[in-house]
C-alpha cells in the first residue's frame, strides 16, 4: 500500500490549492470543486465540503471552521528550509516555529496555511 494523497476538504478549494501551489512551485488548472496539487510522489487534493458526503454519519459533522477533529500536520521536505523561509514567509503565513534544528536532526520550520492547519517544511541533516 501506497499514500498517494492527502486531501482537504475545504470551502474554498481555490484559494488553498493556489496557495499550495504557490508552496510547491506548481502550475494547476484552479477550480471551485476539485484540484490537485503534485506535490513530489503524493499529491494535496482540495474537496468542496458538499462533495464529501461519505463521511462517519455515527460522528456528528463539524460547523466549517470549528476546529473539532484531529490534527493535520502536512509535512514538505526541502533540501534547505533556511532558503525557503524569506520566499514561504512572503506567502502571508503565520509562522509557528521558526526554522529550528530537532533533537533528531532535522532542520524544521512550522506555519499555518490560510484556513489555520499546521505546516511544517524541514530539511535532513547531510
Known amino acids: 500500500m501506497e499514500l ?9 478549494v481555490m484559494g488553498l490549492a493556489a496557495f499550495y501551489a ?10 471551485e470543486y476539485y484540484v490537485e496539487v503534485p506535490a513530489g ?4 487534493g482540495f ?5 464529501t458526503e461519505y463521511r462517519d454519519h455515527r460522528r456528528p459533522a463539524p460547523a466549517a471552521g470549528d476546529g473539532i477533529g484531529d490534527e493535520l ?7 534547505d528550509v533556511d532558503q525557503e523561509h524569506e ?13 529550528t534544528t530537532q533533537p533528531w536532526g532535522n532542520r524544521s520550520m512550522i506555519f499555518t496555511d490560510p484556513r489555520g492547519n499546521l505546516v511544517n ?6
Do not use: C, H, W, Y
Request: proline fraction near 4%.
Open 4 to 12: 498517494v494523497q492527502a486531501r482537504l476538504v475545504t470551502d474554498d
Open 121 to 126: 517544511v524541514f530539511s535532513r541533516p547531510a
Open 47 to 51: 474537496s468542496r465540503r458538499q462533495f
Open 73 to 79: 500536520i502536512l509535512d514538505f521536505v526541502s533540501s
Open 22 to 31: 504557490k508552496l510547491v512551485r506548481a502550475e494547476v488548472a484552479l477550480n
Open 87 to 99: 520566499r514561504i514567509a512572503a506567502l502571508g503565513v503565520d509562522l509557528v516555529m521558526p526554522a
Open 41 to 44: 510522489a503524493a499529491s494535496i
